[in-house]
């Protein structure tokens, strides 16, 4: 009876050591966490300034987290007709980004990144108990335009990393470190919008 007891208190006791040897650049260590905030911006074409979603995720919940930012209309009015300017083009924005996986570096975070941009006529956004769609007129003109970008970035706490896409698309993504009350350590420039 004695013999079961001593291996439950010694296994217990080499659990316990592993759990504190986390890694030696993770802000646990010195009772801090790490929040990711990310924002897809565009050019609104009713007031032509910029647009879009900001958010905070802790970094804890992005293995294998997707965000599915709102449909949104953009245009583009930069074609020119042979006498005069050629009629705005219109689409509409649907945008996602998947964090697959992090690490934690020396003064900072790595992540895989995937952002994908699509850009059509009409787009349908359907998600459970959520149901939304956008369309572009027929007698105008459309945008049609899509990119998958994935790749591993190294964020730097504090440092904005951009991805830019056509029509004036963007996606900002920005690790930084709070302390255990909550506050900002390092600070992202990435706008309320």
């Not at 509409?92 to 995937?114: E, F, H, K, W």
Request: glycine residues 6%; hydrophobic residues 40%.
């Amino acid at each position: 009876m004695k013999t079961p007891l001593c291996l439950s208190l010694v296994s217990l006791t080499l659990l316990s050591g592993c759990t504190m040897m986390r890694n030696k650049d993770d802000p646990a260590r010195l009772k801090q966490t790490v929040s990711v905030i990310n924002a897809m911006t565009w050019t609104n074409p009713m007031s032509g300034k910029r647009d879009g979603i900001r958010t905070t995720w802790p970094l804890a919940q992005l293995a294998g987290h997707e965000e599915n930012f709102p449909l949104a209309q953009i245009s583009n009015c930069s074609a020119k007709g042979p006498v005069s300017p050629a009629p705005c083009a219109w689409g509409v924005l649907s945008a996602s980004r998947n964090i697959t996986r992090y690490a934690y570096m020396a003064g900072g975070i790595t992540l895989d990144v995937g952002v994908v941009v699509d850009v059509h006529r009409r787009q349908q956004d359907r998600r459970r108990n959520f149901h939304t769609s956008m369309a572009i007129p027929a007698d105008v003109p459309a945008l049609q335009y899509r990119k998958v970008q994935q790749q591993g970035v190294a964020l730097p706490y504090g440092k904005v990393y951009r991805m830019e896409f056509e029509h004036g698309v963007r996606f900002d993504i920005c690790a930084q470190r709070l302390d255990e009350n909550g506050r900002a350590l390092d600070i992202c420039d990435i706008p309320y919008i």
